[in-house]
């Protein structure tokens, strides 16, 4: 098994889209390829599983390596765990929905499914590399393509939207790679170069590790929207086309938190304690200022965008709070905000693309004129509130009790501070619930719309499916997490953290 | 026995019926869809029935003593710390079963009803659905085994009321009264989720079983991990009881979160009956009686409990004299007698009277139920008829509407108190309960039972009494109607003989309780009398009723607007949490953070405008700088050669 595959469909599939001229075979041929990043991903969990690093902490399984420039510690390392799976899965079927939702893209389609892929290799390639330097090629290979597909795509103010995302991600990358190189000339073990491994066995004395940690955390934590480096969100996200959005919010996010996790968190772990009741308290703020925010928007694509604020928010918090139960919430926050913010953009779009308005007061009784869209936008919303059963109180949960297990008042108050968001949640989602699909309607020409197209539909069922799966059967994905999550604990514990 | 299959499919048919008739049921179910619905409750009616049958007759009693059975435990959740983790399992223990056999009964009531009720409105396969997704969700609550399992089958049932109250969805006032209710009920669940957290962390586990045995031994480390922690003063025990209390308190619309329960009473009538009166709203009485032996323990969250209860109880029931819509009194007379239902558990303290005031409470709830979704069922008849819920629209309904008059009026002699129906032998249980432990408060219920007499008889009189208005129609609705009300009315007459502390004490054993009838007199004396005030002022439409009100003034105007605790809210929500918190965060990081981005993406532009002139592309222009530069160098290397 190479991992590799998971850079050489999505690649294969971007350069065969140029190839051809027909906008039904550009969009069959994307959906195929992402249907096969899909079968591979869950082909490959499956092989995972029946193997011993399953339940290995630390152990990386299909580990393949090939020279790059391995004169400068450069090698093209590849490995996966649970948490990474899990992030390959969900970016799997991010993909498969965006590449649903887009079908009616007719403006300059090749390009546009070329991007698509393009994005997508690099949100794999991100998670399963286990070389710092490949890494950071690849988070930057996630985020030119967002320039274009919002600058090209986009809507509203998109140019001055395009513009800010790329300058804050490149400006974030630029401090992660102040970090990276602090890591590979601070190391002791000199043969370690970018492995991340071998970092991980000799970590940086603790005054390098207290310099370079805020560059890689801010830097990762940029792009999942860490207060207050979040604006690029909102405009970002209202700008883009929805597979965009979906990409962005539901993948490139969770890139940062990944490498908050993976690189800041698990080669800094003196640091990441030190640093700790910081990373809260930023984290609280966003996670409670963000859901106030989103109380105030009127535009359906602000307030999703404004929500995730809010739910990243918990994967940092978890991340911040450094016990085992808070990390893992984090990890499954991380999947479960995936896959409910893609649905929401989701429906956003399909609404969008009937109502031609993203303005809440504007729309009204929907759910008579398109039920099943109306449903799914229902069930997004009931997901983002956390309601048992579907993915968000999952991992909401998990926060909650990871960070109590943390005595002491700040991280008390902290907790519920982050907590009482799920109120003013309830109080958005249902505002946004009550004047978009219940309520009289507002347009009689409401009534004329066609409800979802197959395509729109199977994009809300993969969707829905994976958000099942995760909030009815919490135990298997937290089974697969668990090892990967407790060797960061290992490391934190093993640095006198907590 | 086996009590796991058996309890599964109590949930799953439920379950299953919210499925099938949730996707398949608009297209392929539209005539079905009523009959799948109730076939289906009617099978986990007799399972329960059976269940019952089998838990208090064959199984459940080990020596005298009731024994929780718990059929099936399977971790779902593991936290990793401790113990901790979320369980799904099935607990049959008496009150669990008691609960069984009331949420199925009345669901199937409903079920039956609503054939008629919601006949040739739209979405009946949706609206069937959604009330399978409450007895399943309710059901869940019941069984459950963990305090994290409850809380997800709390935040369900929370979930399923907010769609069956806007149901009707186009009607604006529907969509505000969903809203409220969900987010009133959250409000309080953030203090019952954190009560959980301060449980479950310092006493290592969320299990019922655990919690119970850990916590009434003082010596385990449960207790002690319990003891050693605190916050301002007070123990972490009383801490994660009143806030676990809290919890109840939202779901059981207590004071002062009751707001949303009068609201509620927009969505259709059944669903009040079911969730809004016998089921839902009790809930947190329920939680609060399965966690009984810890808030024993704290003689502070017992008075918090009590207190909430009666005052609750006594405020309910002045509002409800003076409402004119009669869902609304119904609501209002539900918050009432759970109130009763509340303190009855919080005056249940130590020693003799403990096993009194829980099965008291419990035996309210019991009957509660019956007479209770009798009495909406039959206001939901009589709004069907006259297509209104306003009192004043109503009259003389008595001739029009028989069998609903001789049921309503049987649900209203029971909730009064009068022997002997079902009413009389469970409030007078909380009344002997509340007299044994805390006079005042017996006092109070003492006059709130008046109270309740009277303003209930004011709108039995109002609907059935007074003078005839005009209606076109005289059809008492269908058999699917008719049925529901005489059962239930055949339950209000019958549930109060049910010998319920054989059943359902709090040590599991069975105990005997007493009627005293000199304790009697008082409370049926105050009834009779309420009830004859009532019949002397709206018997007969006349002004003694107008004057009554305005000789009472303001207070009465205060009690008419429900003590203006709609427009606190208003004023909380609106003034405070939306203006003066959630327009600046809007505000500060539109102009102050993205500002910032911004502000540093200008200077950017603006430092390059002011350089980009050095850019000039003239050569002598270069060179004078190059020489200019050279000159500096040179001065300045020859300043330093020299010192």
Same mark, same amino acid.
């Not at chain 2, 209390?245 to 009040?272: C, N, Q, R, Y």
């Given at each position: 098994?190479?991992?590799?595959?998971?850079?050489?469909?999505? =690649?294969?599939?971007?350069?065969?889209?140029?190839?051809?001229?027909?906008?039904?075979?550009?969009?069959?041929?994307?959906?195929?390829?992402?249907?096969?990043?899909?079968?591979?991903?869950?082909?490959?969990?499956?092989?995972?599983?029946?193997?011993?690093?399953?339940?290995?902490?630390?152990?990386?399984?299909?580990?393949?390596?090939?020279?790059?420039?391995?004169?400068?510690?450069?090698?093209?390392?590849?490995?996966?765990?649970?948490?990474?799976?899990?992030?390959?899965?969900?970016?799997?079927?991010?993909?498969?929905?965006?590449?649903?939702?887009?079908?009616?893209?007719?403006?300059?389609?090749?390009?546009?499914?070329?991007?698509?892929?393009?994005?997508?290799?690099?949100?794999?390639?991100?998670?399963?590399?286990?070389?710092?330097?490949?890494?950071?090629?690849?988070?930057?290979?996630?985020?030119?393509?967002?320039?274009?597909?919002?600058?090209?795509?986009?809507?509203?103010?998109?140019?001055?939207?395009?513009?800010?995302?790329?300058?804050?991600?490149?400006?974030?990358?630029?401090?992660?790679?102040?970090?990276?190189?602090?890591?590979?000339?601070?190391?002791?073990?000199?043969?370690?170069?970018?492995?991340?491994?071998?970092?991980?066995?000799?970590?940086?004395?603790?005054?390098?590790?207290?310099?370079?940690?805020?560059?890689?955390?801010?830097?990762?934590?940029?792009?999942?929207?860490?207060?207050?480096?979040?604006?690029?969100?909102?405009?970002?996200?209202?700008?883009?086309?929805?597979?965009?959005?979906?990409?962005?919010?539901?993948?490139?996010?969770?890139?940062?938190?990944?490498?908050?996790?993976?690189?800041?968190?698990?080669?800094?772990?003196?640091?990441?304690?030190?640093?700790?009741?910081?990373?809260?308290?930023?984290?609280?703020?966003?996670?409670?200022?963000?859901?106030?925010?989103?109380?105030?928007?009127?535009?359906?694509?602000?307030?999703?965008?404004?929500?995730?604020?809010?739910?990243?928010?918990?994967?940092?918090?978890?991340?911040?709070?450094?016990?085992?139960?808070?990390?893992?919430?984090?990890?499954?926050?991380?999947?479960?905000?995936?896959?409910?913010?893609?649905?929401?953009?989701?429906?956003?779009?399909?609404?969008?693309?009937?109502?031609?308005?993203?303005?809440?007061?504007?729309?009204?009784?929907?759910?008579?004129?398109?039920?099943?869209?109306?449903?799914?936008?229902?069930?997004?919303?009931?997901?983002?509130?956390?309601?048992?059963?579907?993915?968000?109180?999952?991992?909401?949960?998990?926060?909650?009790?990871?960070?109590?297990?943390?005595?002491?008042?700040?991280?008390?108050?902290?907790?519920?501070?982050?907590?009482?968001?799920?109120?003013?949640?309830?109080?958005?989602?249902?505002?946004?619930?009550?004047?978009?699909?219940?309520?009289?309607?507002?347009?009689?020409?409401?009534?004329?719309?066609?409800?979802?197209?197959?395509?729109?539909?199977?994009?809300?069922?993969?969707?829905?499916?994976?958000?099942?799966?995760? =909030?009815?059967?919490?135990?298997?994905?937290?089974?697969?997490?668990?090892?990967?999550?407790?060797?960061?604990?290992?490391?934190?514990?093993?640095?006198?953290?907590? | 026995?086996?009590?796991?299959?058996?309890?599964?499919?109590?949930?799953?048919?439920?379950?299953?019926?919210?499925?099938?008739?949730?996707?398949?049921?608009?297209?392929?179910?539209?005539?079905? $869809?009523?009959?799948?619905?109730?076939?289906?409750?009617?099978?986990?009616?007799?399972?329960?029935?059976?269940?019952?049958?089998?838990?208090?007759?064959?199984?459940?009693?080990?020596?005298?003593?009731?024994?929780?059975?718990?059929?099936?435990?399977?971790?779902?959740?593991?936290?990793?710390?401790?113990?901790?983790?979320?369980?799904?399992?099935? +607990?049959?223990?008496?009150?669990?079963?008691?609960?069984?056999?009331?949420?199925?009964?009345?669901?199937?009531?409903?079920?039956?009803?609503?054939?008629?009720?919601?006949?040739?409105?739209?979405?009946?396969?949706?609206?069937?659905?959604?009330?399978?997704?409450?007895?399943?969700?309710?059901?869940?609550?019941?069984?459950?085994?963990?305090?994290?399992?409850?809380?997800?089958?709390?935040?369900?049932?929370?979930?399923?009321?907010?769609?069956?109250?806007?149901?009707?969805?186009?009607?604006?006032?529907?969509?505000?009264?969903?809203?409220?209710?969900?987010?009133?009920?959250?409000?309080?669940?953030?203090?019952?989720?954190?009560?959980?957290?301060?449980?479950?962390? #310092?006493?290592?586990?969320?299990?019922?079983?655990?919690?119970?045995?850990?916590?009434?031994?003082?010596?385990?480390?449960?207790?002690?991990?319990?003891?050693?922690?605190?916050?301002?003063?007070?123990?972490?025990?009383?801490?994660?009881?009143?806030?676990?209390?809290?919890?109840?308190?939202?779901?059981?619309?207590?004071?002062?979160?009751?707001?949303?329960?009068?609201?509620?009473?927009?969505?259709?009538?059944?669903?009040?009956?079911?969730?809004?009166?016998?089921?839902?709203?009790?809930?947190?009485?329920?939680?609060?009686?399965?966690?009984?032996?810890?808030? #024993?323990?704290?003689?502070?969250?017992?008075?918090?409990?009590?207190?909430?209860?009666?005052?609750?109880?006594?405020?309910?029931?002045?509002?409800?004299?003076?409402?004119?819509?009669?869902?609304?009194?119904?609501?209002?007379?539900?918050?009432?007698?759970?109130?009763?239902?509340?303190?009855?558990?919080?005056?249940?303290? #130590?020693?003799?009277?403990?096993?009194?005031?829980?099965?008291?409470?419990?035996?309210?709830?019991?009957?509660?139920? /019956?007479?209770?979704?009798?009495?909406?069922?039959?206001?939901?008849?009589?709004?069907?008829?006259?297509?209104?819920?306003?009192?004043?629209?109503?009259?003389?309904?008595?001739?029009?509407?028989?069998?609903?008059?001789?049921?309503?009026?049987?649900?209203?002699?029971?909730?009064?108190?009068?022997?002997?129906?079902?009413?009389?032998?469970?409030?007078?249980?909380?009344?002997?309960?509340?007299?044994?432990?805390?006079?005042?408060?017996?006092?109070?219920?003492?006059?709130?039972?008046?109270?309740?007499? /009277?303003?209930?008889?004011?709108?039995?009189?109002?609907?059935?009494?007074?003078?005839?208005?005009?209606?076109?129609?005289?059809?008492?609705?269908?058999?699917?109607?008719?049925?529901?009300?005489?059962?239930?009315?055949? +339950?209000?007459?019958?549930?109060? /003989?049910?010998?319920?502390?054989?059943?359902?004490?709090?040590?599991?054993?069975?105990?005997?309780?007493?009627?005293?009838?000199?304790?009697?007199?008082?409370?049926?004396? +105050?009834?009779?009398?309420?009830?004859?005030?009532?019949?002397?002022?709206?018997?007969?439409?006349?002004?003694?009723?107008?004057?009554?009100?305005?000789?009472?003034?303001?207070?009465?105007?205060?009690?008419?607007?429900?003590?203006?605790?709609?427009?606190?809210?208003?004023?909380?929500?609106?003034?405070?949490? /939306?203006?003066?918190?959630?327009?600046?965060?809007?505000?500060?990081?539109?102009?102050?953070?993205?500002?910032?981005?911004?502000?540093?993406?200008?200077?950017?532009? $603006?430092?390059?405008?002011?350089?980009?002139?050095?850019?000039?592309?003239?050569? #002598?222009?270069?060179?004078?700088?190059?020489?200019?530069?050279?000159?500096?160098?040179?001065?300045?290397?020859?300043?330093?050669?020299?010192?």
């Amino acid at each position: 098994m190479n991992l590799n595959l998971f850079l050489l469909i999505p =690649g294969l599939t971007a350069v065969a889209v140029l190839l051809l001229r027909q906008q039904s075979q550009v969009r069959m041929l994307a959906l195929a390829g992402s249907v096969v990043q899909l079968v591979l991903a869950i082909w490959v969990t499956a092989q995972f599983l029946a193997l011993p690093q399953a339940t290995t902490p630390g152990a990386m399984a299909f580990v393949s390596e090939y020279s790059w420039y391995p004169s400068l510690g450069i090698v093209h390392t590849t490995g996966v765990d649970g948490v990474s799976l899990s992030m390959i899965l969900l970016t799997a079927v991010v993909v498969l929905a965006g590449v649903l939702v887009s079908w009616k893209v007719t403006d300059r389609f090749q390009s546009f499914f070329f991007l698509l892929m393009l994005l997508s290799m690099g949100a794999y390639g991100f998670f399963i590399a286990q070389n710092l330097f490949v890494m950071f090629f690849f988070l930057e290979l996630a985020v030119i393509p967002k320039f274009l597909l919002i600058g090209l795509w986009g809507s509203g103010k998109r140019e001055y939207s395009a513009t800010k995302l790329v300058l804050m991600l490149m400006g974030a990358s630029a401090l992660v790679f102040v970090g990276l190189a602090g890591l590979y000339y601070g190391q002791s073990d000199a043969s370690a170069g970018f492995n991340m491994q071998a970092l991980a066995a000799s970590p940086l004395p603790l005054a390098s590790q207290l310099f370079f940690f805020p560059f890689a955390f801010i830097g990762f934590g940029v792009f999942t929207a860490l207060f207050p480096f979040h604006t690029w969100v909102p405009d970002g996200h209202s700008s883009a086309p929805t597979a965009a959005s979906m990409f962005l919010a539901g993948i490139s996010m969770k890139l940062g938190g990944y490498g908050a996790l993976r690189v800041a968190t698990f080669l800094m772990p003196e640091a990441a304690a030190y640093y700790s009741p910081w990373i809260v308290l930023l984290a609280a703020i966003a996670i409670l200022y963000g859901s106030f925010a989103t109380m105030m928007q009127t535009d359906l694509k602000y307030i999703n965008a404004y929500s995730s604020v809010s739910h990243t928010g918990f994967v940092l918090f978890g991340i911040g709070m450094l016990t085992k139960t808070s990390l893992q919430g984090a990890v499954l926050q991380m999947v479960s905000h995936g896959l409910m913010t893609a649905l929401f953009f989701a429906v956003i779009g399909m609404l969008y693309e009937r109502t031609h308005t993203r303005q809440v007061e504007k729309m009204g009784g929907l759910l008579k004129a398109v039920p099943f869209i109306s449903t799914v936008f229902v069930i997004a919303g009931l997901t983002s509130l956390g309601l048992p059963g579907f993915s968000g109180f999952v991992s909401e949960m998990m926060v909650f009790v990871g960070s109590w297990e943390r005595s002491g008042i700040f991280y008390r108050v902290a907790t519920v501070a982050a907590a009482a968001s799920i109120v003013v949640t309830a109080v958005y989602i249902l505002r946004a619930v009550g004047s978009v699909i219940m309520g009289p309607v507002q347009h009689e020409a409401y009534l004329q719309f066609e409800d979802a197209t197959w395509t729109e539909k199977l994009a809300a069922v993969v969707l829905i499916a994976a958000i099942l799966f995760i =909030g009815l059967a919490p135990f298997v994905m937290n089974g697969w997490i668990e090892p990967g999550v407790q060797s960061v604990f290992q490391q934190v514990s093993a640095a006198g953290g907590r | 026995m086996n009590y796991a299959q058996f309890a599964a499919f109590i949930l799953l048919l439920p379950l299953l019926s919210f499925v099938v008739l949730g996707i398949w049921g608009r297209r392929y179910l539209s005539k079905l $869809a009523p009959w799948f619905g109730t076939a289906s409750m009617a099978a986990v009616c007799a399972l329960s029935l059976y269940a019952a049958f089998r838990y208090f007759f064959v199984d459940g009693s080990v020596g005298g003593v009731f024994q929780p059975i718990i059929a099936m435990q399977v971790p779902w959740l593991e936290f990793g710390y401790k113990n901790l983790s979320i369980d799904l399992g099935l +607990l049959l223990d008496p009150i669990s079963v008691m609960m069984l056999v009331v949420i199925s009964v009345v669901s199937l009531m409903v079920h039956l009803f609503s054939m008629g009720y919601m006949k040739g409105e739209d979405r009946v396969p949706t609206y069937y659905a959604f009330l399978s997704l409450f007895s399943f969700s309710m059901l869940g609550l019941v069984l459950s085994v963990n305090l994290f399992q409850i809380y997800i089958f709390w935040e369900l049932v929370g979930a399923s009321s907010f769609l069956l109250i806007g149901f009707f969805f186009t009607k604006p006032s529907a969509v505000a009264a969903s809203k409220k209710a969900f987010i009133v009920t959250r409000f309080a669940d953030l203090f019952f989720l954190i009560g959980i957290l301060i449980m479950g962390i #310092q006493a290592g586990s969320f299990d019922f079983g655990v919690l119970l045995q850990q916590l009434t031994n003082p010596a385990s480390e449960a207790s002690v991990a319990m003891a050693s922690a605190g916050f301002l003063g007070l123990s972490a025990l009383t801490w994660a009881l009143v806030l676990i209390f809290i919890g109840g308190a939202g779901k059981s619309a207590m004071l002062p979160l009751h707001i949303w329960l009068p609201d509620a009473m927009e969505g259709p009538t059944p669903v009040s009956a079911l969730i809004h009166a016998a089921t839902m709203v009790v809930a947190g009485v329920y939680l609060v009686a399965r966690l009984f032996p810890v808030f #024993q323990l704290d003689a502070l969250a017992m008075q918090v409990v009590t207190w909430v209860g009666a005052s609750s109880a006594l405020f309910a029931a002045v509002i409800a004299c003076t409402q004119t819509d009669i869902k609304r009194v119904l609501a209002y007379s539900t918050m009432s007698q759970i109130g009763y239902m509340m303190f009855s558990l919080g005056v249940g303290g #130590q020693g003799e009277t403990a096993a009194l005031g829980y099965t008291a409470s419990m035996f309210h709830l019991f009957t509660h139920a /019956f007479f209770k979704s009798l009495l909406f069922l039959g206001a939901g008849a009589v709004i069907h008829f006259v297509h209104s819920n306003d009192m004043r629209d109503m009259g003389g309904l008595r001739r029009l509407m028989p069998l609903t008059h001789i049921s309503f009026l049987i649900g209203c002699l029971a909730i009064a108190g009068v022997p002997p129906f079902a009413g009389f032998f469970s409030k007078e249980e909380i009344l002997l309960a509340a007299w044994q432990s805390n006079k005042l408060v017996y006092y109070l219920a003492l006059f709130t039972a008046a109270l309740t007499a /009277f303003y209930m008889f004011r709108l039995y009189f109002m609907i059935f009494w007074q003078a005839d208005k005009q209606y076109h129609h005289h059809s008492e609705g269908t058999l699917s109607m008719k049925l529901p009300l005489l059962l239930l009315a055949l +339950l209000s007459i019958s549930a109060g /003989f049910v010998p319920f502390s054989q059943f359902v004490s709090a040590d599991g054993r069975a105990t005997a309780t007493h009627m005293h009838w000199q304790f009697s007199i008082a409370p049926v004396v +105050l009834v009779i009398l309420g009830i004859g005030l009532a019949a002397w002022l709206y018997r007969q439409q006349n002004d003694k009723p107008a004057k009554l009100a305005a000789s009472l003034g303001s207070f009465y105007k205060g009690a008419y607007r429900k003590f203006y605790f709609d427009e606190l809210y208003l004023f909380v929500t609106h003034r405070i949490l /939306f203006k003066m918190i959630g327009k600046p965060a809007a505000w500060a990081d539109k102009q102050l953070v993205d500002g910032a981005v911004n502000a540093s993406g200008d200077a950017t532009l $603006a430092a390059a405008q002011a350089i980009k002139g050095w850019q000039s592309g003239k050569v #002598q222009q270069y060179l004078l700088v190059f020489l200019l530069a050279v000159l500096l160098l040179a001065a300045v290397l020859l300043f330093f050669w020299l010192v």
